[in-house]
């Protein structure tokens, strides 16, 4: 058991480490800091893109227009309001529910099914 207390505690020699050379001490943080700038830069403008083609689409939002809403409902459109849209749900009971245009999630094309997705 003592043996083994000297062993660990016995110093070991490890040779002198190299400086390390200015140039790569300064390349990694500065590749790290232009890949963070390109993500953010490239997420914003995206988001902003998508931002634009949502108000686009609500501001072309128009009576008998087909959409889909968020939570999976296919209506067409009956009215549309400021910021409500009011579908019709159900052609055999006439079913009418009213929406927040945010609540429209796309507008189905009469050549494009329900479930598709556009690209």
């Given at each position: 058991?003592?043996?083994?207390?000297?062993?660990?505690?016995?110093?070991?020699?490890?040779?002198?480490?190299?400086?390390?050379?200015?140039?790569?001490?300064?390349l990694?943080?500065?590749?790290?800091?232009?890949?963070?700038?390109?993500?953010?830069?490239?997420?914003?403008?995206?988001?902003?893109?998508?931002?634009?083609?949502?108000?686009?689409?609500?501001?072309?939002?128009?009576?008998?227009d087909r959409?889909?809403?968020?939570?999976?409902?296919?209506?067409?459109?009956?009215?549309?309001?400021?910021?409500?849209?009011?579908?019709?749900?159900?052609?055999?009971?006439?079913?009418k529910?009213?929406?927040?245009?945010s609540?429209?999630?796309?507008?189905?094309?009469?050549?494009?099914?329900?479930?598709?997705?556009?690209?």
């Open positions: 058991m003592n043996s083994l207390f000297l062993v660990l505690a016995q110093e070991t020699a490890t040779p002198p480490s190299k400086p390390a050379d200015p140039a790569s001490v300064l990694f943080p500065a590749l790290m800091i232009a890949l963070i700038t390109f993500m953010v830069l490239t997420s914003r403008s995206q988001k902003k893109r998508e931002r634009r083609n949502r108000e686009q689409m609500f501001a072309a939002l128009a009576k008998n959409v889909l809403t968020v939570g999976g409902i296919i209506g067409t459109i009956l009215a549309v309001k400021e910021n409500e849209v009011i579908l019709k749900v159900d052609e055999s009971t006439n079913t529910m009213t929406f927040v245009k609540a429209i999630q796309r507008v189905i094309n009469e050549d494009q099914p329900a479930g598709a997705e556009k690209t």
